[in-house]
């Protein structure tokens, strides 16, 4: 099962290796992670999304309180959450088909952020759903390059 | 008219430091250590740790140089599993740093508290390739409960306050300290931070929620009443907590069998009829076969580990109910499903548990119980006159004395010292249960003759594990440490040698300390007696180092010379030519269950 992890922990250098290598050294693959600092300089926070069974998961949140520089692991999966994730695609386009990529990305709300000969890049900001939709309805289009930010997530309460 | 002469050096011992006095980042730690209550350290000087080296030798601490870092950390391994207190550390950068590695890992997989402090190239310099830089942080993560990188002198009094409340609270581990050379030579006001305050951190916060009305401890007390073939399954957590009397109050009450782990052992006293001993792969037969038996278990500060589950399919078929007391959540449903978890310090949990319990009479258990350990003791017999490692033991055991501290490396002679020392009283056994490091016998005993100065500190060890630490003898002989060493020589790797014979068709490959150049690849005629001459020399290795030792070769010399090097005074050591194929049982295979237990040769 898919579990979105939650990190508050010291912004301070060498706690991202800390995380990673807890992660590695058991063999726990991570999906993705996502790192910036919150409204509270000293505090960085964490998206964590990895893939394991329930005991798996337990073991991992365990593993991370205990980390002395972690303050605070949240499982969002079992809590009301929203979660977003950024992604930037570059698409192949020629004057003919320019206007078919902007309506798609204009019906998934996705924003033009740059356009060149040959080429247009698009930024979403939704679920993984949708984002996937997105990738699927211009994939025809032929997709340069495609980054995306890893899922981002909060506790709706 | 006047004469010159050249000054004598002039350097006046460590004042303790005011508050808000300027000083370098050297003295600071040394007076932070001073402050932290340090009486004793361990270490081995160099290059970039020689700032504070220059106010060590003033400092009222007591410095033992070791010979080898790595000798210098279990020595602080060994005097923090007597005091309870951390060990401490000092060397320099990189190869002095990874040293002690093995002796970190040691102390953190048995959760020994330790501040091992390491020198560090300038901080202008590290990540360059410096002479002697080692990315000690990197290096020291995975096997420590914490560490620093000091960037800033004004950190330095908090981070070894933190270090040494990291280290000894919530489940204990080693933290390193790493100290780069600019940052000690830098100068800063001294302030000493009066309370600790981490906020990652708060064990205290588990500690202080237990009590008689914790929903967990009601239920687990309702099921220790409730269970019919209970069996409590003590580790070395119970030694650390210092839960030993609530541990033994608990199996006196309730009459629950108690068996223990490696390093459990002492937390309940073996000579009581409820005592089990070990359990696990080189446990007693009555041990496995209680746990295997019991409906109810009751884990306390101990983590059902592989050596102790086998086959985890097979473990406990019939328990209806696991209890786990641990301070360390990630130990409890790691590798065996909770059913009642309590987590928290298992004096406190213990206590708690006992202000709900009420005397229980299990006497069919009982019975069960003493059947099996009369049926199938520990043996000893043996029917010949030669020098059994048992035999040793046993002869130690009783001549030195209820008082004594023991110390083990790592082997064959380990499981004898689990099965034939009679474990009486807490922080008295030290092994290297986790990690298994051969080599930590000597220097741990050093450290804890060091702790316990009183009482005698008997090491015994192996052939092979003494060499991996000899050097520490010259360590033990010139600050007078009259540690007592016992060396049951078999002339083998014994342990990996016992598996060779079991699991690999008795092909000795590298595990004859006999074997010598001249030597076939594949020795086809093992112990045949044809064999080349044992080197080295271990009584004369010992007295170069200015020890008094012994060779014993017959069986009537064992108790005489166990009662000289009793009498006398300074470090002692005996080199016992034992028996070179005995083998430890009873035996479990690894990963498998309590059905496959051997007991002997004769049942292969």
């Not at chain 1, 726990?28 to 005991?55: C, F, K, Q, W």
Request: hydrophobic share 40%; proline share 6%; charged share 20%.
């Amino acid at each position: 099962m898919r579990h979105v992890i939650s990190a508050q922990v010291e912004n301070r250098f060498g706690v991202l290796a800390h995380i990673a290598g807890l992660f590695a050294a058991r063999g726990y693959n991570i999906e993705s992670l996502a790192v910036g600092p919150t409204h509270d300089p000293s505090i960085s926070r964490m998206t964590i999304v990895v893939t394991g069974s329930d005991r798996v998961l337990e073991q991992v949140n365990k593993q991370l309180n205990k980390l002395i520089d972690v303050i605070r692991v949240q499982d969002l999966t079992a809590e009301e959450h929203v979660e977003r994730e950024l992604v930037l695609l570059r698409v192949k386009s020629n004057p003919k088909t320019r206007g078919e990529i902007a309506q798609i990305a204009e019906l998934f709300d996705a924003r033009i952020v740059d356009v060149r000969p040959g080429a247009i890049t698009l930024m979403i900001a939704d679920t993984q759903d949708r984002i996937t939709a997105l990738t699927e309805m211009v994939r025809p289009y032929g997709i340069h390059e495609l980054v995306r930010s890893g899922s981002l997530a909060l506790a709706r309460t | 008219m006047t004469t010159e002469t050249t000054p004598k050096p002039q350097h006046p011992p460590l004042e303790p430091a005011t508050e808000g006095q300027v000083l370098s980042g050297a003295e600071i730690l040394v007076q932070s250590l001073m402050r932290a209550g340090v009486d004793v350290a361990f270490g081995y000087p160099g290059g970039a740790i020689m700032d504070t080296f220059h106010f060590l030798n003033r400092s009222p601490i007591e410095f033992i140089l070791s010979r080898h870092e790595q000798g210098a950390t279990h020595m602080a391994d060994g005097y923090a599993r007597v005091t309870g207190k951390a060990g401490v550390v000092i060397v320099t950068s990189g190869p002095g740093a990874t040293n002690t590695i093995t002796g970190i890992a040691t102390a953190n997989m048995d959760s020994v508290p330790l501040v091992v402090i390491t020198g560090q190239v300038p901080t202008t310099m590290v990540g360059n390739d410096a002479f002697q830089e080692a990315d000690v942080v990197g290096i020291t993560r995975p096997i420590s409960k914490h560490n620093y990188l000091i960037n800033d002198v004004r950190d330095v009094a908090r981070v070894v306050r933190e270090a040494f409340h990291i280290a000894t609270t919530g489940r204990p581990g080693p933290v390193v300290i790493d100290f780069p050379k600019d940052v000690q030579q830098a100068q800063t006001a001294f302030h000493w931070p009066e309370s600790v305050d981490i906020r990652g951190y708060r064990p205290d916060r588990l500690e202080k929620k237990i009590s008689p009305s914790h929903p967990m401890v009601q239920k687990a007390a309702k099921a220790i009443m409730r269970a019919k073939r209970p069996v409590l399954y003590v580790g070395g957590g119970a030694v650390i907590a210092g839960a030993s009397e609530e541990v033994t109050a608990l199996a006196r009450r309730c009459q629950i069998p108690v068996t223990t782990t490696l390093t459990g052992l002492g937390a309940f006293p073996e000579d009581d009829p409820l005592s089990l001993q070990m359990l696990g792969m080189h446990g007693t037969e009555y041990a496995n076969y209680a746990v295997d038996q019991c409906d109810t278990i009751i884990a306390v500060g101990a983590r059902f580990d592989d050596r102790v589950t086998g086959k985890i399919a097979e473990f406990m078929p019939q328990c209806e109910c696991v209890i786990h007391i641990d301070i360390d959540p990630s130990s409890i449903s790691k590798n065996i499903q909770v059913d009642i978890p309590i987590t928290g310090d298992a004096k406190a949990c213990l206590a708690a548990l006992l202000e709900l319990v009420e005397p229980t009479e299990r006497s069919e258990w009982a019975e069960q119980v003493l059947a099996w350990k009369k049926h199938h003791p520990l043996r000893e017999e043996f029917g010949d006159d030669e020098i059994h490692p048992q035999r040793v033991i046993s002869a130690i055991d009783e001549i030195a004395g209820p008082d004594k501290i023991t110390v083990t490396d790592v082997g064959q002679h380990q499981m004898w010292a689990c099965h034939f020392i009679t474990h009486l009283r807490p922080r008295s056994w030290l092994s290297s249960g986790g990690l298994g490091t051969m080599g930590y016998g000597l220097p741990a005993a050093i450290g804890a003759k060091v702790a316990a100065p009183d009482r005698a500190v008997w090491c015994i060890s192996g052939d092979g594990g003494i060499q991996m630490n000899m050097q520490e003898m010259t360590t033990a002989a010139l600050n007078e440490i009259a540690v007592k060493v016992a060396v049951l020589n078999n002339q083998y790797l014994g342990m990996v040698r016992q598996w060779q014979q079991l699991f690999y068709g008795r092909n000795y490959s590298y595990t004859c300390l006999r074997r010598r150049s001249i030597c076939e690849k594949v020795c086809r005629d093992p112990g045949s007696g044809k064999c080349q001459a044992y080197l080295p020399n271990i009584v004369a290795m010992a007295e170069a180092c200015g020890w008094q030792a012994q060779r014993v070769e017959r069986r009537a010399g064992i108790r005489d010379a166990i009662q000289w090097a009793e009498e006398t005074p300074g470090p002692v050591l005996l080199e016992f030519s034992v028996h070179r194929e005995d083998n430890v049982w009873p035996m479990i295979p690894a990963g498998q269950g309590v059905k496959k237990m051997m007991r002997g040769m004769e049942l292969i």
